[in-house]
């Protein structure tokens, strides 16, 4: 869950699941031509809209954080609740395809890998993964000759620049970014940037679309503080209109 303005008694609340579904329509617009053609970029596309199925479940009845009274944002929830929707995700999407699975996984890893020094929970998933991700590669590989595993960390290292870009626009423009810069991709460095002129408008560079802008109309839920987030009616979905230009 993305949460905006969570101290406030009104908060706007995205869904991770929303937020995947915005990473796959990035990953439609991304231009072949830019950096490293990619190949089964079908599977890549499935891979960024699937990339945090894992949330299905615990969004559908999500616990309330005890200080705004609000959804747990995805940055302060705690972490068992992370790793069991990362190890859901996991397991949804290997089950609809192998090469979608192990993007899956290593988009989690990734993720995860930054605690795992620091939390035994989370050294016991990376050693887990680690198993499936060595069993999962070898299924990949042999089911897609002429596919690297250079190709594999390519495609992940798209999955992740797009990921990125999807959670910044949505967090808003004027929330202040906790993640540092973009991940590189193919050799480029990227920058993204609130343009701060216009609204809900971010400005990326270079730029790696087919088309000269990016307009994603977010649906959000209006949340009042204590509210069970279950219960809540379609009118209270809000739409935000989002743009993503060349900086």
Not at 54 to 72: A, F, R, V, Y
Not at 211 to 227: C, L, V
């Amino acid at each position: 869950m993305i949460v905006r303005d969570s101290n406030s008694a009104e908060a706007l609340c995205i869904t991770q699941i929303h937020h995947s579904l915005m990473t796959g329509e990035l990953a439609k617009a991304w231009n072949a031509d830019f950096g490293i053609r990619l190949p089964l970029m079908h599977k890549v596309i499935r891979a960024a809209m699937l990339h945090d199925i894992g949330w299905l479940d615990w969004e559908g009845q999500p616990g309330l954080d005890s200080k705004t009274e609000h959804p747990h944002d995805f940055l302060s929830m705690p972490k068992d609740s992370h790793l069991g929707i990362w190890q859901n995700g996991f397991y949804d999407s290997a089950a609809l395809d192998p090469l979608v699975g192990l993007l899956v996984l290593r988009h989690n890893v990734s993720l995860a890998g930054k605690d795992a020094e620091k939390d035994p929970a989370v050294k016991a998933f990376m050693d887990e993964m680690d198993d499936k991700d060595k069993q999962l590669e070898q299924l990949v590989l042999s089911e897609n000759p002429g596919l690297t595993a250079e190709d594999l960390r390519t495609m992940n290292s798209l999955v992740l620049l797009l990921d990125y870009i999807s959670l910044r626009m949505l967090m808003g423009s004027s929330r202040k970014n906790p993640f540092g810069p973009p991940p590189e991709f193919g050799g480029n460095s990227f920058k993204l940037t609130a343009d701060s002129k216009k609204g809900e408008t971010m400005l990326l560079s270079p730029w790696p679309f087919i088309e000269s802008k990016f307009k994603w109309k977010a649906q959000a839920w209006r949340h009042q503080r204590g509210e069970r987030f279950e219960k809540l009616s379609p009118s209270s979905q809000k739409e935000i209109s989002i743009i993503l230009l060349p900086g």
